[in-house]
């Protein structure tokens, strides 16, 4: 029989009314270890939740990969590639690659009888993966995309809308410069979408490929580039450096160059500034573990010198110090055991009201997300509630060496 586990059960289990100092302890201690791990997965799940969100939405906008002429990338200049079949075949087969789309950019304005504004228009085809659009739709449809006739159709986001003060189905003037003159075009609004991602909803629109390579005055089979989507975006640098092998400083029929780049380093900012939620997360768990071991700290220490007289007995008949300190360390895992609980309660609770009510809102032009995002990570959170436990247990093994001073002779009369 394990006595320091025994002994340890009963004392947690011991409702002597004369420990009126350990109880208030017992339940603080519990209390800090509760709340902490609360904070702890709430905070671990918003983040993961919010990170992924706006990484999504950006990749929704850009693909994980570009491929497009050198000089187009890097100067964010008008120049056309080559995307034809042989081309877009062997970017599909490179390994990690799930989806491979064209498309090219014009710049232009948007015009209405009361105001205009300057857009880009992103022209996709019949391979353009529309689900990511699809799923903010907030007004409209998308329309079916070609690179062989226009359609004349136009989907716009809905800051647009609501400036040029247009809605779905309205016809509205685009006009485009290019070769010394003017090009006009009478489109009709298919669509409203919403991202809430400012940088892309201001002025982004969409439309056929076959319109927008036209306007450029490019060949049928150049494009601005291609967007590459990948299985795993953990494979992003490995499907990168594969990309480079297979296309990168290669010339087109055009004597144009082939280049490819990450999302990560066409938007840098954004990905940076994700990035340093990782070391709030890591703020907010050591302080919160710091909390929760001070308060088991002290709720221990408390125990201790209360239990005085009873660990004077245990050393009077032959308990070591060992034994002793292993008794009240079980006692301690066991108010760590209740506090997770209490605080995987409390945490996945909250995560689950949030995720399915979304009662917390949050101002979409400031955090491009409308409420708080949640992800629940299993993985994370079983991390988290081991390294709580170990963590507590730790920092209390040097406040347990306090059992050592203790005199059987003298603390046999302690009251």
Same mark, same amino acid.
Not at 6 to 34: L, Q
Not at 65 to 94: F, K, N, R, T, W
Not at 266 to 283: E, G, H, M, T
Not at 307 to 333: D, E, P, Y
């Given at each position: =029989?394990?006595?320091?586990?025994?002994?340890? $059960?009963?004392?947690?289990?011991?409702?002597?009314?004369?420990?009126?100092?350990? $109880?208030?302890?017992?339940?603080?201690?519990?209390? /800090?270890?509760?709340?902490?791990?609360?904070?702890?997965?709430?905070?671990?799940?918003?983040?993961?939740?919010?990170?992924?969100?706006?990484?999504?939405?950006?990749? /929704?906008? %850009?693909?994980?990969?570009?491929?497009?002429?050198?000089?187009?990338?890097?100067?964010?200049?008008?120049?056309?590639?080559? =995307?034809?079949?042989?081309?877009?075949? #062997?970017?599909?087969?490179?390994?990690?690659?799930?989806?491979?789309?064209?498309?090219?950019?014009?710049?232009?304005?948007?015009?209405?009888?009361?105001?205009?504004?300057?857009?880009?228009?992103?022209?996709?085809?019949?391979?353009?993966?529309?689900?990511?659009?699809? !799923?903010?739709?907030?007004?409209?449809?998308?329309?079916?995309? !070609?690179?062989?006739?226009?359609?004349?159709?136009?989907?716009?986001?809905?800051?647009?809308?609501?400036?040029?003060?247009?809605?779905?189905?309205?016809?509205?003037?685009?006009?485009? =410069?290019?070769?010394?003159?003017?090009?006009?075009?009478?489109?009709?609004?298919? /669509?409203?979408?919403?991202?809430?991602?400012?940088?892309?909803?201001?002025?982004?629109?969409?439309?056929? #490929?076959? &319109?927008?390579?036209?306007?450029?005055?490019?060949?049928?089979?150049?494009?601005?580039?291609?967007?590459?989507?990948?299985?795993?975006?953990? #494979?992003?640098?490995?499907?990168?450096?594969?990309?480079?092998?297979?296309?990168?400083?290669?010339?087109?029929?055009?004597? +144009?160059?082939? !280049?490819?780049? &990450?999302?990560?380093?066409?938007?840098?900012?954004?990905?940076?500034?994700?990035?340093?939620?990782? #070391?709030?997360?890591?703020?907010?768990?050591?302080?919160?573990?710091?909390?929760?071991?001070?308060?088991?700290?002290?709720?221990?220490?408390?125990?201790?010198?209360?239990?005085?007289?009873?660990?004077?007995?245990?050393?009077?008949?032959?308990?070591?110090?060992?034994?002793? $300190?292993?008794?009240?360390?079980?006692?301690?895992?066991?108010?760590?055991?209740?506090?997770?609980?209490?605080?995987?309660?409390?945490?996945?609770?909250?995560?689950?009201?949030?995720?399915?009510? %979304?009662?917390?809102?949050?101002? +979409?032009? &400031?955090?491009?997300?409308?409420?708080?995002?949640?992800?629940? !990570?299993?993985?994370?959170?079983?991390?988290?509630?081991?390294?709580?436990?170990?963590?507590?247990?730790?920092?209390?093994?040097?406040?347990?060496?306090?059992?050592?001073?203790?005199?059987?002779?003298?603390?046999?009369?302690?009251?």
């Amino acid at each position: =029989m394990n006595l320091p586990l025994f002994i340890a $059960r009963h004392i947690y289990h011991d409702d002597d009314d004369r420990r009126k100092v350990s $109880r208030p302890a017992i339940r603080i201690a519990t209390a /800090g270890v509760a709340i902490g791990l609360a904070v702890m997965i709430v905070s671990v799940c918003v983040v993961l939740g919010f990170k992924h969100t706006i990484r999504d939405k950006v990749i /929704g906008f %850009g693909s994980h990969i570009i491929v497009g002429d050198y000089m187009a990338l890097q100067h964010e200049a008008p120049y056309p590639i080559c =995307m034809d079949d042989s081309m877009m075949q #062997l970017l599909g087969h490179i390994d990690g690659v799930k989806h491979v789309q064209r498309y090219a950019l014009k710049q232009g304005i948007l015009k209405t009888d009361q105001d205009f504004l300057g857009v880009t228009l992103k022209g996709v085809g019949p391979e353009f993966d529309s689900t990511f659009i699809a !799923s903010n739709m907030v007004e409209g449809e998308l329309p079916s995309f !070609s690179d062989k006739k226009s359609s004349n159709k136009i989907v716009i986001s809905k800051i647009i809308a609501d400036k040029l003060q247009v809605r779905a189905g309205d016809r509205i003037f685009a006009y485009f =410069m290019g070769d010394n003159n003017v090009r006009t075009r009478r489109l009709t609004i298919s /669509g409203v979408y919403r991202t809430d991602l400012k940088h892309f909803d201001e002025n982004t629109c969409f439309a056929d #490929l076959y &319109t927008v390579v036209k306007l450029n005055g490019w060949q049928p089979d150049q494009a601005s580039g291609a967007e590459i989507t990948i299985r795993d975006y953990h #494979l992003l640098d490995k499907v990168d450096l594969a990309m480079n092998d297979a296309v990168d400083r290669k010339e087109d029929p055009y004597g +144009a160059t082939y !280049s490819s780049l &990450t999302i990560q380093d066409a938007y840098p900012q954004i990905f940076a500034w994700l990035d340093l939620l990782d #070391l709030d997360v890591w703020i907010i768990l050591a302080l919160m573990v710091a909390v929760a071991g001070f308060t088991m700290i002290s709720g221990l220490l408390i125990i201790i010198i209360e239990r005085t007289s009873m660990i004077g007995t245990l050393k009077a008949m032959g308990a070591k110090n060992k034994t002793i $300190r292993h008794t009240f360390l079980w006692f301690a895992v066991f108010i760590i055991a209740k506090g997770m609980a209490i605080g995987n309660l409390l945490g996945l609770g909250i995560c689950l009201i949030q995720r399915l009510t %979304g009662v917390v809102k949050l101002d +979409a032009e &400031t955090y491009y997300v409308d409420v708080v995002p949640i992800e629940i !990570s299993i993985p994370a959170i079983v991390l988290i509630n081991i390294g709580t436990l170990l963590i507590s247990v730790i920092v209390l093994i040097a406040p347990s060496y306090l059992i050592s001073h203790i005199q059987p002779a003298k603390s046999m009369k302690y009251e």
